[in-house]
């Protein structure tokens, strides 16, 4: 169940690194929102869908 969990956890983070560099936002934030987004993989994902470059 384990596993499953982290592949789904794994999958969501994709995303939203795919998301994040097709974004309009600065190439700094970009990568800030990248280091966020995988350095915390669950936290990082839900304050980038909250508060994240749309």
Not at 10 to 32: E, N, R, W
């Amino acid at each position: 169940m384990e596993a499953i969990l982290g592949l789904v956890i794994l999958v969501a983070d994709i995303y939203a690194i795919v998301k994040i560099i097709q974004s309009g936002a600065t190439t700094l934030q970009k990568i800030i929102w990248v280091l966020v987004v995988a350095i915390l993989p669950v936290i990082g994902l839900i304050i980038w869908y909250f508060a994240g470059p749309k």
